[in-house]
């Protein structure tokens, strides 16, 4: 990421939270950056314990002051642009900040968007980057794509995007596009994306697996559960599959699960 970035991740547990958070923060302390990492229901010494499990050298960076841990309590977009300010005048490149958005489920959607369009006018000043984390069981599922919207403006088939999976709408063939880790935790993110596609799309549903990593049986039976209830007039078709999911597959058998079509 590079200063005037703003994205943002969804997760329910520390581990989605890592792939994210754990590069963005040691990368801004490894180089040029100051860090400021705003809290909200998690305590900051919690949050410290976290980074040093996750091998983030924090102790230097805190004496240091580039790395700052602190409740976001009425941290507005105007504290983040004087928070940037000063680290700009402290010979930092910028300023890296995430912040935990759970406070949003006590103020409210319009109080967070309002709060999102702020950040975004300091990060366009080239002065911070960011990323904003979603608890995905605070936020509804509904809510979490309007809130992904929110950070990629440009990219309006975004469906989903946690440190672990992210899913696309796709158009000609219509379906999704799925990347990444599908595993007990996910496969209901993915069980819910593959539900609202199949209301939406009126024929077959296209899937597309090409840059999926790992999937376990619960992503497996979420696809094989999504096809048989497609109707007889209609397929889910898998394609592009890597093999080591096509082969998962015809090892328990699922590749012939009714209403279930893998193309080569």
Known sequence: MQPGDHRSVAYSDEAELEPVLAPFIAEGLAGADKVLYLTDVTHPSVVTGLLRGWGVDTADAARSGQLEIRRLEAFTPADVAVQADQARSEGYRA????????WAVRAGHDRLAEFESGLQKVFDTGTALGVCQFDKRLFGAEALADLLRLHRPDDHDLLLETGLL???????????RVEGEIDATSSADLAHRLS???????GDL???????????????????DTAKNLGDQRELVLGPVPDHVSQLMRLIGWHTSPGLRIDA
């Open 206 to 224: 296209h899937v597309d697996l090409h840059g999926v990593t790992f999937i376990d049986l619960a992503g497996l039976r979420a696809l094989v």
């Open 196 to 202: 609202e596609s199949a209301e939406a799309v009126p």
């Open 166 to 176: 992210r899913i696309r709408r796709t158009f000609g063939p219509d379906g999704i």
């Open 95 to 102: 300023l890296r900040v995430t912040g935990e958005m759970s």
